[in-house]
């Protein structure tokens, strides 16, 4: 087999339906694809406790052109370990971190791929994106890829739209086990990544949007976080928080005024007010449940 220059990553955990259909969803866009030879579609199950091991079993007995790779881990490491897990398993130059619900665009894994292999030298590439039922683009659209040389013109461009995982496409070798390691359990741990990478190396933007990330909703995700790997509000409000210390770091920077202060909006904007939101209303729950015996604050 050709070397493996493409890896498409995917982290699962106990969503076996989801990941049946984005397996399906990809494994028909390969078979497609000039370029099946050189990608690599790897599969990280976190050690799902649903029918996610009949579903890969199933999948791996299809007749491919590509390389198909899973990797089981033993225990539940939890969500962001398992991304660093599937990002060490790849086998490919540029890996793809998909997650398992997003949808892609059926051309996506070749426009991806024809942009990369013409930008080898790029650290991070971010790929733009539709965001629910409304299909609003992350950033503006067109259909002209841009390279950009500082991480003060990346973040101009795309501030930090690429903390949607599924946008995310890393230089493997430019990611090493320490980076890996550091900054797990933090919520927004991959932006440290990006960051890192970008101070000393070029990044690619991917105008055109090429997957639909459909959210479901802020109580519909917060319940599903309270029955995944998380505890509901609390969740929430630990992300937010994560998402300002990581805005502290890269104030900490050396960039211009105009850069931070737009930052700093960003943050107080979209953070600071939906701790405080949260926090209020998990107080509200709380003086609710002192009051109601039996009941539960999650």
Known sequence: MEEIFLSIAIPTFNRDVKLKNQLDSIDASLSRSK??????????????????SQILASFKEIKKTYKFSVNNNQQNLGGDRNIAISLQKASGRFVWVLCDDDIIDPCAINYVF?????????GFCFINYFQGIKKTAAIPQNENSIKICSFE?????????YSMMSSCVFRKSLLTKKDLQEHMGESYFHLYWVANILLSNPGLIIRKALFTFDHPGVVASREAAENRESIGHYFYIKAHCNFLKFCSYIMALKLPMKLKFKI?????NENLNQIILLCRFCFLMAT??????GSSLL
């Open 35 to 52: 370029y099946n030879k050189r990608i690599e579609l790897l599969v990280s199950d976190n050690c799902s406790s649903d029918n996610t």
């Open 114 to 122: 024809k942009e990369l292999s013409v930008n080898k030298e790029v």
């Open 153 to 161: 013109d990346f973040t101009n461009e795309a501030m930090f739209k």
């Open 264 to 268: 700093y909006r960003l943050a107080v």
């Open 288 to 293: 609710v449940t002192s009051v109601m015996p």
